[in-house]
């Protein structure tokens, strides 16, 4: 049985690239335009990782953590931003938050998957 992974991000080309790089290390997907598309498509999912974006319209990265933090299926959840912001008060606050990882974009697929498979078991 395949593993899960939700993909957010506004931008309907990373979240292709993203997508299409998570499918090829044989994981289903879901996708989400930001924080609220993401939290209707993935009620009720068993969900085995979770990349996402932190500045959305809507409904931002840092507060999708929160609400999927909230919920016990997402409790250990690994969730990895992938976010053009390198400073380290929004690293803390994504830490904070309760992501697992912080990735910059532009992403190297390769370096994606690396972190992945650290952090999914």
Do not use: H
């Not at 939700?6 to 979240?15: A, Y």
């Not at 999912?45 to 997402?74: H, Q, Y």
Request: glycine letters at 8%; proline letters at 4%.
């Amino acid at each position: 049985m395949s593993k899960t992974a939700l993909v957010v991000d506004d931008s309907t080309s990373m979240r292709q690239m993203v997508t299409f790089t998570l499918q090829s290390a044989g994981f289903e997907t879901l996708e989400g335009g930001n924080g609220a598309e993401a939290l209707k498509v993935s009620d009720g999912k068993s969900v085995a990782l979770v990349v996402t974006d932190l500045n959305m319209p809507e409904m931002d990265g840092i507060t999708l953590i929160k609400e999927l933090r909230s919920r016990p299926a997402f409790k250990f959840t690994p969730i990895l931003m992938l976010t053009t912001e390198t400073q380290d008060a929004k690293k803390q606050e994504g830490k904070a938050a309760g992501a697992t990882g912080w990735m910059v974009k532009p992403f190297n697929p390769e370096q994606l998957l690396a972190v992945v498979n650290k952090v999914v078991r």
